[in-house]
């Protein structure tokens, strides 16, 4: 019997060793591209494939999917999957997966990373001195904001929100968070204070928000939320650009409501050439970056397989992202 076709469009790192565990089961069409391939290109592979495994950068909608009729299986090499129409692929009895876990500590490196750049200024102050404005020690050149004792307060307090307030705990940082549901474990090992949002708001220092895009999160920060911020605040994002109100952010800098912003993440990605925050020193702008480490790119491509390999070879993935199919499938994948 022929192997399913796995449809890799983009590079993955590790490569052989992902290949080689795909190819026991699937016949793998694998593009060594850094750039997104051309649309035909794409198609091409996608109406071939039984496994497509993709970076959140592939949106799969329903129009994509009409062009996928073998598809059984949506593997997204990314925590969030806001890239795909899930109610498109249940409907259509396709298996979608993600890869939790595996970047959890990367992701809050860099997002805590975006609390002490934000604060300190560390981006504008190293573009100063690259550009040769350096011309003198001055007493009051380049002063910033505290992080170690400042309050941190974490909007979305999943895993990524935990290690992150694990980090934040060796700073000696005050922890404010909201949640769907209470975290005791770590109001109990951390001393992290569940508070509501608006309190949250207006006691935070740094506020950030760690939750994914969904409807219901969609814009969840905007123009009133920034009102409650202090003066004196930095808003970091590292999880989706989405869920804040850009239009609403740039004009509570511009309008000097906050102090500044750490941004990871964009409405639109990549970020229009000629937008506000590419010339506003107090913003930290980097081009999602959240996961990107070789050891943690190579773990999230494996995870990924692994996923693949499951549903393929008819066991139900780990890393289930709408178990609806399952159900409706009875575990078998045809
Ligand atoms: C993730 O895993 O969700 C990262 O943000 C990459 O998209």
């Not at 993955?12 to 992902?18: G, N, Y």
């Not at 109990?188 to 949250?200: D, K, S, T």
Request: aromatic content about 8%; glycine content about 8%.
């Amino acid at each position: 019997m022929a192997k399913p076709v796995v449809f890799i469009p983009s590079k993955i790192p590790e490569e052989e060793k992902v290949l080689r565990f795909l190819e026991a089961f699937a016949e793998v069409d694998y593009r060594d591209e850094e750039e997104m391939l051309d649309e035909d290109v794409f198609y091409d592979g996608l109406s071939r494939a039984s496994g497509l495994m993709i970076y959140s950068r592939n949106k799969i909608r329903g129009h994509v999917l009409d062009r996928a009729p073998l598809l059984k299986a949506v593997s997204n090499i990314a925590v969030g999957y806001d890239n795909l129409d899930l109610n498109e692929l249940t409907r259509r009895g396709i298996l979608a997966t993600n890869t939790p876990d595996v970047l959890t500590e990367t992701t809050a490196d860099l997002a805590f990373s975006l609390v002490l750049a934000s604060g300190r200024r560390i981006a504008e102050a190293d573009a100063f001195v690259k550009s040769g404005g350096w011309d003198g020690w001055l007493p009051s050149l380049m002063l910033g904001k505290d992080v170690h004792g400042a309050t941190l307060g974490i909007i979305g307090y999943g895993r990524i929100g935990s290690a992150i307030a694990r980090r934040a705990r060796g700073f000696n940082m005050d922890i404010l968070y909201n949640n769907l549901v209470r975290e005791e474990k770590d109001e109990q090992e951390l001393g992290i204070r569940f508070v509501p949002v608006e309190e949250l708001l207006q006691n935070s220092d740094y506020v950030l928000v760690q939750v994914p895009l969904t409807p219901q999160t969609e814009k969840m920060i905007s123009e009133k939320q920034f009102g409650l911020m202090k003066k004196d605040a930095y808003f970091i994002n590292a999880s989706r650009g989405g869920v804040v109100d850009e239009a609403a952010l740039i004009r509570a800098l511009q309008e000097k409501q906050i102090a500044g912003a750490g941004l990871d993440v964009f409405e639109h990605e990549p970020i229009d050439k000629t937008h506000p925050f590419l010339s506003m020193p107090n913003v930290v702008t980097l081009p999602h970056i959240g996961s990107a480490t070789w050891q943690t790119r190579a773990k999230m491509a494996m995870k990924a397989a692994e996923n693949m390999a499951a549903i393929l070879q008819g066991r139900r993935p780990v890393n289930l992202v709408n178990p609806d199919v399952w159900t409706v499938k009875d575990g078998t994948v045809q």
